[in-house]
């Protein structure tokens, strides 16, 4: 059973999937890490959620055709705006990645160069599109530094990777996406490494995006409460299918099992239970 989600009514497809298929090929085996996946994107916020392991990152990834030759992807629709992403050339994917789609991933020390100090990498994320305007970009990514929370962006400009925080890595990520205002933006667990006030900052921040500048937000996250919260719609997915798809503030009413088992599963600070349940997986979920 394949679902599809619409785009909210009020708003025009940004991006439209329909049964995206991963594999991924090691000699004569076939992993299908993604499994018929539908959705419609408009301009407002998609939650993708799921336990580890259960396709979310890796459908953004294939969205920007990030995997490695070994992946093999296909759809029956990857359309976003007047580009089709499943017959898009590398130098089309090259204009597209990073000034028309922009993604968060989830781990800055594995995205930020090691040897190139912070304010650079953004300054050149918005000049890999506007070569030649060096003073600007500088300005810019400045600018960016300070809209992320950053304490004297101009200290932290000249800071190499290994001397900043974690928090900081991934606030100077967000600021390094969100350069060169994107049209789309796919943030996976954008704020994990945040803390409770700058989290908040971030997310409004999202928000704001969103609102003002009709940004489509794919937001990767295993925070349920959070989804809840921030999102307009989500999508759950389990062992690369979408399982349910429903409105965020519908989350409680949700009717698929292993929906149902997540959410059980959070603890809850007003009503403590002495043993959290465990979510008891079934086999008829693979074929569903």
């Not at 090691?26 to 993604?34: C, I």
């Not at 539908?38 to 939650?47: D, V, Y």
């Not at 992946?71 to 990073?98: V, Y």
């Not at 028309?100 to 090691?114: A, E, G, T």
Request: a neutral charge; proline letters at 5%.
């Amino acid at each position: 059973m394949t679902f599809s989600i619409p785009a909210a009514n009020n708003s025009a497809p940004l991006l439209e999937v329909q049964d995206l298929q991963v594999d991924f090929i090691n000699g004569r085996q076939v992993t299908s890490a993604v499994r018929g996946v539908s959705f419609s994107l408009g301009r407002e916020k998609l939650a993708i959620v799921g336990e580890s392991g259960s396709g979310k990152s890796t459908v953004g990834r294939a969205l920007l055709h990030l995997h490695s030759a070994k992946a093999r992807i296909s759809a029956a629709r990857m359309q976003f705006g007047d580009i089709d992403l499943r017959t898009a050339t590398e130098a089309q994917m090259r204009a597209i990645r990073g000034r028309r789609i922009s993604m968060i991933m989830q781990d800055p020390k594995y995205s930020l160069n090691p040897v190139v100090c912070v304010g650079e990498q953004i300054a050149e994320a918005w000049l890999a599109h506007h070569p030649g305007h060096k003073k600007l970009a500088r300005e810019k990514a400045l600018a960016m530094l300070d809209i992320v929370r950053i304490r004297d962006p101009e200290r932290v400009w000249r800071l190499y990777p290994h001397e900043i925080s974690g928090g900081q890595g991934q606030r100077v990520m967000i600021a390094m996406m969100l350069i060169t205002e994107p049209e789309l933006l796919i943030a996976d667990e954008p704020t994990s490494a945040l803390d409770v006030s700058v989290r908040l900052q971030i997310l409004a921040l999202l928000d704001d995006l969103v609102a003002s500048r009709g940004l489509g937000l794919i937001f990767i996250s295993h925070d349920i409460n959070l989804v809840r919260s921030f999102c307009d719609r989500v999508l759950v997915m389990y062992a690369g299918r979408v399982v349910e798809s429903l409105a965020a503030r519908d989350l409680d009413n949700a009717q698929h099992p292993y929906t149902r088992g997540l959410i059980d599963a959070l603890p809850d600070l007003h009503h403590p239970r002495a043993v959290l349940p465990v979510l008891q997986r079934q086999a008829s979920w693979l074929n569903e």
